[in-house]
């Protein structure tokens, strides 16, 4: 994503117009659908190094570097610990006191009905409970544009957390009046909330950043939602709030990070970007730029946020029909979707729903495998943040296939360490290892890399349906696996997890097969590996075109009618002035020949 500006030399040594360097808008369209299945956002912003100097710097916006302010900071931890934790608390919450759950279901059942639910029945209780979370965080995705647009980015946020006090309220006393159907409608309304959230904080983050640390801001909401993870498990240690009697209070605790950010952010300005392009603002934005940077000349910020609204308004607006017809791009497609589903269906969710159920299929005793759980939690979080570096030091395509490797072994052994942990009891530790170095595998490729890949395989026009359409698959496979892993673990017993590994074998093959390195790679670049024509592209008629990919197709075309033929110029603008002086000297003009 994004290479080196280098002025191109003609044949004779005539200086040709330098080739712009792709730098993609970090305030992305509000029309992009983020992906906040379990792991979001890992860094879809990839900072100011993909940007290098470029030899004609008329082609390119300055973008002023600033420095780490408090107000910036207290801004993004208001920020990600009202809204990124609590998605990640949502995601493992319901882990450590999985068995006091599976009972409170059981007994709301029969108290309902009048008799004990059969096995399958309490099955599907508890993986709706689990998986609704996921349908209400869809519908929240999908918001994200409304919420931006409607209330701007922090209000948004604000807004959002109305839902998780909703849901607190019924986690608090579904136990008490004996209802699931409590607990199953307050996942749904925080999966809800979580989902819009989980779009509106990296937008509002990254907002609100200088340029050179904007990279480093768009990771701080995976980094929260993996603390939230963690924190969740932690507190839900049967010395904690994992007990009978106080289970529903884990579960309502998503209301103190967000009465820290109800209290907090309201004093801290709204982005400025939405302040100066959507509600036309000038003052108000410049205003909290001011408050963001620490200084009081701000002008260079205030117009790179002018160009690059200009930019987005000269953008082609693409279609799903648009998209899934273009030839150039269903390979492109194919591979961002392939990317979303195996995010999924690769079985990490298993690890944090479910994975209390695998330690104790694997013989772990009972009271140990709340720390296994913890474990992995803290290896998740340990390898979120190493990832980030290795991936721009070895790539993208070694990592993603690398920990895919990782993966399918490391499940294989699970798998193995499932099936003899009753003749050898060391397996039952094996288990876990293999279990935490599943994780390891996930957060150092397909954790992270299928977030951004889209903004290397995607011009900025087709990239938001795009991404759309591959986080619409993200989160439908994500509801899958929550929903059938408890039946199938029932069905298939140790051997549940290769059920994964074919899932990974198989995306695996295809995206050794198709997907190219992308780091550092242009458009052009890419689009040759795979073996795409582009000179003819409904969007680009133009093959020059493919150099300039920071200048629209009207801009092009306006460009060669302002630098076209000069000597043609000249000579209509002498023409000009020669009957002007007939006119001054009241002389007849000769007739025009039309």
């Known amino acids: 994503m994004g290479g080196e500006a280098e002025a191109l030399v003609g044949g004779e040594g005539r200086p040709r117009r330098a080739s712009v360097a792709r730098r993609e808008s970090v305030s992305a369209s509000t029309d992009n659908v983020n992906w906040s299945g379990t792991q979001a956002h890992a860094g879809h912003i990839l900072g100011s190094g993909e940007l290098k100097k470029a030899t004609d710097e008329e082609d390119i916006i300055e973008s002023p570097k600033g420095r780490v302010t408090l107000t910036l900071v207290v801004t993004a931890a208001a920020t990600i610990f009202g809204s990124s934790f609590p998605h990640g608390w949502n995601t493992g919450v319901l882990n450590n006191p999985a068995h006091l759950i599976h009972q409170f279901l059981n007994e709301s059942y029969m108290e309902r009905f009048g008799s004990e639910p059969e096995a399958w029945k309490l099955d599907l209780l508890w993986a709706s409970s689990v998986s609704v979370y996921l349908i209400g965080g869809c519908g929240g995705a999908f918001s994200v544009g409304w919420f931006a647009n409607t209330f701007g980015r922090k209000k948004g946020l604000l807004v959002c957390h109305v839902f998780s006090y909703v849901a607190a309220v019924l986690f608090a006393f579904c136990n008490l009046a004996k209802s699931f159907e409590m607990l199953v409608l307050a996942r749904l309304i925080t999966g809800f909330g979580c989902g819009a959230g989980s779009g509106l904080v990296p937008m509002y983050l990254t907002e609100i950043a200088p340029v050179n640390i904007r990279g480093a801001m768009g990771v701080l909401h995976q980094f929260a939602l993996t603390c939230g993870i963690l924190t969740s498990q932690c507190f839900g240690l049967r010395q904690l709030l994992g007990r009978e009697a106080i289970w529903p209070i884990l579960l309502a605790f998503i209301v103190v990070p967000c009465t820290v950010s109800l ?131 070895s790539g993208r395509r070694l990592l993603l296939l690398g920990g895919m490797v990782v993966m399918i072994v490391s499940a294989g052994g699970l798998t193995a360490a499932l099936n003899l942990h009753d003749k050898f009891t060391w397996m039952s530790y094996l288990s876990v290892v293999c279990l935490i170095v599943f994780v390891v595998g996930f957060a150092i490729g397909l954790g992270s890399i299928p977030q951004f890949i889209g903004a290397e395989l995607f011009k900025q026009g087709p990239r938001p349906p795009a991404m759309s359409f591959a986080g619409l698959l993200n989160w439908l496979c994500n509801f899958i696996v929550g929903i059938t892993f408890p039946s199938m673990q029932s069905a298939l017993k140790a051997y549940s997890f290769l059920v994964f590994i074919f899932a990974v074998v198989g995306f695996g093959i295809f995206l050794w097969w198709k997907l190219p390195e992308t780091k550092g790679q242009t458009y052009d670049e890419i689009y040759r590996r795979m073996g795409i024509d582009t000179s003819n592209d409904d969007d680009n008629n133009a093959k020059d075109f493919e150099s300039f990919p920071l200048t629209s197709k009207d801009e092009f075309v306006d460009d060669k009618e302002k630098h076209g033929d000069i000597a043609s110029s000249e000579a209509e603008k002498r023409k000009e002035e020669e009957e002007e002086e007939l006119d001054r000297n009241g002389n007849v003009r000769p007739t025009e020949v039309v």
């Open 263 to 393: 209290c907090v952010l309201p004093w801290f300005p709204e982005s400025p970007r939405y302040l100066l392009v959507n509600k036309q603002q000038d003052k108000e934005a410049e205003k909290a730029l001011k408050r963001f940077r620490g200084m009081d000349d701000v002008s260079a910020d205030m117009e790179e946020m002018r160009k690059e609204n200009e930019m987005q308004k000269k953008e082609k607006k693409w279609t799903f029909g648009q998209l899934f017809k273009n030839n150039h791009l269903r390979l492109p497609l194919l591979l961002v979707s392939a990317l979303a589903m195996c995010q999924q269906l690769s079985g990490i969710n298993v690890v944090f729903y479910y994975s209390n159920g695998i330690f104790l299929s694997a013989g772990i005793p009972p009271e140990m495998v709340q720390y296994a759980n913890i474990g992995t939690g803290l290896v998740n979080v340990v390898m979120t943040g190493i990832s980030v570096p290795l991936m721009e030091k």
